[in-house]
């Protein structure tokens, strides 16, 4: 049982470059979401979807992009990679109160 | 909005014995739930422990268990019998219950508390 996978774990950018983290679970969870982490702080809701077809922005949505063409994948898209996007990035699903998160993706922007 | 306060960032504990968690939050909901999620040095977060506001037993899962004082807004985290497998960040996590599928599942964390169980 997989549960959530994201791909890749650890990724270098330079600053304007662009790139996609991608996210898929296998256990048709409507709700999917991505997070980020960042030293001395809790994780913070940048944008989820409640089914395919449907994302909507959280806390910290700017910079990024997303979309839900399956239940399964929700891809997080940095249009223009900032220094400011370096973080620790979480992808998590959920069918009812509780995520489960994948492993987490290290991203590094220079 | 909802906020959620960890005001320990660090705590250690010696192996076998028992560390307390303290976390509280601030909301204006009466129906949520509250959680505590485990991240050690391999970064995956784990979910240790969940409570639903709405009941008032409070929850226990084999050595975690939690003190729910919902009137307080106070959410700790009671860890018996430490191991050293225990070493991790905790975070304790708000997420308010929706009546509309829409609004979606979404945590707010606090800052996490950093537990160090020595032999």
């Known amino acids: 049982n997989a549960g959530v996978t994201q791909t890749p774990k650890f990724q270098v950018l330079k600053t304007g470059q662009s790139m996609t983290l991608q996210c898929a679970q296998d256990?048709?969870?409507?709700?999917m979401s991505w997070y980020r982490q960042d030293p001395g702080m809790g994780l913070r809701l940048i944008h989820y979807?409640?089914?395919?077809?449907?994302?909507d922005q959280g806390e910290v949505p700017n910079g990024y992009n997303v979309s839900r063409s399956t239940t399964e994948d929700f891809p997080l898209r940095l249009l223009s990679a900032a220094p400011s996007q370096t973080s620790v990035y979480f992808c998590?699903?959920?069918?009812?109160?509780?995520?489960?998160f994948g492993e987490g993706s290290r991203l590094t922007v220079l | 909005a909802q906020t959620v306060t960890q005001s320990q960032p660090e705590m250690s504990v010696q192996e076998a014995e028992t560390v307390t968690l303290s976390c509280t939050y601030d909301?204006?909901?009466?129906?949520?739930?509250l959680f505590w999620y485990k991240q050690p040095p391999s970064r995956q977060m784990i979910l240790v422990i969940r409570?639903?506001?709405?009941?008032?037993q409070n929850a226990t899962e084999n050595r975690f268990s939690v003190n729910f004082q919902k009137a307080a807004k106070s959410f700790s985290l009671k860890i018996s019998d430490s191991q050293l497998g225990d070493t991790a960040m905790y975070f304790c996590a708000f997420m308010k219950l929706y009546m509309i599928k829409a609004a979606g599942n979404k945590l707010t964390f606090g800052g996490g508390t950093r537990v160090l169980v020595k032999p």
């Open positions: 979807s409640v089914g395919a077809g449907i994302t």
């Open positions: 256990m048709n969870h409507e709700y």
């Open positions: 409570q639903e506001a709405y009941k008032q």
């Open positions: 909301t204006s909901e009466s129906n949520y739930y």
């Open positions: 998590a699903s959920s069918s009812d109160g509780g995520l489960f």
